[in-house]
């Protein structure tokens, strides 16, 4: 198989797997495991027919077929030893499984196969962190290493929280429901969390040869309107949606033709989406209206509108994104959001003020192979006159990062200091 037809191959199962397998939970009524398998066996299918026969005009219908086919035949097997084990007893006895239909549609609040399995795959049985990292891997098209990046934790760790929590799915024998309003917070908040890191993984890509995933960001933008269509009076979820919807507005200019990073300093402004950066605000104004202008999610979106709010990278107010950040340090503790505030106060007051907070998080285990720390280490050096630990740090922070845009855009600073 050449390259270009694997990479094709593989930016589809990134596109096409979450719906798949949200489908064929449903049909298997919160079967998590199963569903998975399911999927996995229907992209092998493809595996073998596709190189030799030809992608599909429609690859996403020809995957949701087959994956559907093999499913109805999972659930006729179950009922034919159902049958059998009637007849002869215990010894045959099958796991529960639902009829083969998967046409009725689920009473709830949702309406969305893939928001709904986000919720089946928060149930407060699991951990908060294990809900999020399987929601991240089954459903977000995130690999196990990019989730740990997210998370700042070792792939080992993420890989064993995951298979942990389809195992406690399985045995718990969780049902495909979504909760209603009452037992929504106990769920929503890791739903907002995958929707979130998605996000983020489409904003500045972990690994990869580019610098973006725009589709992750598109997907994470759907999957927020249909959250804030069906709760509108969340101010948590209308920060969330203001938060991507401004972030998103920049996207058109955060790279040149070729693929290469524009740094905010440098984009043109003239190329960011101003009617989404109006719904953005109008998200933001919403849910500071609800009385959420302390959420996690309105801070960030308040941050990500000072930005907007500029017109030249020059009117940017970094003094109230300083105040900003220390008010999100204060509801969200972070090493990452400190960092973020430390970049705002290089900003607002000057290298020499920010470079005590960048050194005392030098000292963060959490940080220590945290590629952007290093590289916000280099560009406070190089302000400060002191290039060849610049250089260093620049240096440092390429060899940490798995994303190839990034890197070679921090060997490009690394050889300019």
Not at 143 to 148: L, R
Request: with cysteine; proline share 6%; hydrophobic share 50%.
């Amino acid at each position: 198989m050449d390259t270009a037809l694997s990479q094709r191959l593989d930016t589809l199962w990134r596109m096409e797997s979450p719906a798949l397998i949200a489908r064929l939970a449903r049909m298997l009524r919160g079967d998590v495991g199963r569903a998975e398998e399911l999927a996995q066996d229907t992209w092998l299918a493809a595996l073998e027919r596709w190189p030799a026969h030809g992608i599909p005009d429609n690859p996403g219908a020809w995957l949701m077929t087959t994956a559907r086919n093999r499913a109805i035949d999972v659930l006729r097997q179950h009922q034919r030893v159902a049958g059998q084990h009637a007849l002869h007893g215990s010894a045959l006895e099958p796991l529960p499984l639902p009829a083969p239909d998967d046409s009725a549609v689920l009473e709830d609040d949702i309406g969305d196969d893939l928001l709904r399995l986000m919720f089946v795959a928060c149930h407060p049985v699991l951990a908060a962190d294990a809900r999020v990292a399987l929601t991240l891997r089954l459903l977000g098209g995130l690999t196990t290493d990019e989730i740990a990046r997210a998370f700042l934790a070792p792939e080992p760790t993420i890989a064993q929280r995951i298979v942990r929590a389809k195992r406690t799915l399985a045995q718990k024998n969780v049902p495909f429901d979504v909760p209603r309003q009452a037992a929504l917070p106990e769920r929503l908040a890791s739903v907002l969390e995958v929707v979130y890191l998605i996000f983020n993984e489409g904003y500045a890509a972990s690994a990869g040869d580019d610098w973006m995933r725009p589709a992750l960001c598109d997907e994470a933008l759907r999957l927020g309107r249909v959250l804030a269509h069906r709760l509108p009076t969340w101010p948590q979820v209308q920060g969330l949606l203001a938060l991507m919807e401004l972030q998103a507005s920049r996207l058109a200019a955060r790279t040149e033709a070729g693929g290469a990073p524009i740094l905010l300093p440098d984009q043109d402004r003239a190329r960011w989406d101003w009617l989404q950066i109006a719904r953005g605000q109008a998200a933001l104004q919403q849910a500071v209206a609800l009385g959420g202008g302390d959420d996690p999610y309105v801070l960030q979106a308040a941050i990500a509108e000072c930005h907007a709010r500029a017109r030249r990278s020059e009117d940017t107010d970094w003094t109230r994104m300083a105040t900003l950040y220390a008010r999100l340090a204060e509801r969200q503790p972070s090493p990452v959001v400190e960092l973020n505030r430390a970049v705002a106060v290089s900003r607002a007051q000057g290298a020499a003020a920010a470079w005590p907070l960048v050194e005392q998080l030098g000292a963060d285990a959490r940080l220590r192979d945290y590629a952007p720390l290093a590289a916000v280490q280099g560009d406070l050096l190089a302000q400060l006159g002191r290039p060849e630990q610049a250089r260093a740090a620049f240096e440092r922070a390429a060899a940490l990062t798995a994303n190839g845009r990034e890197k070679a855009l921090l060997l490009a600073r690394a050889a300019a200091v």
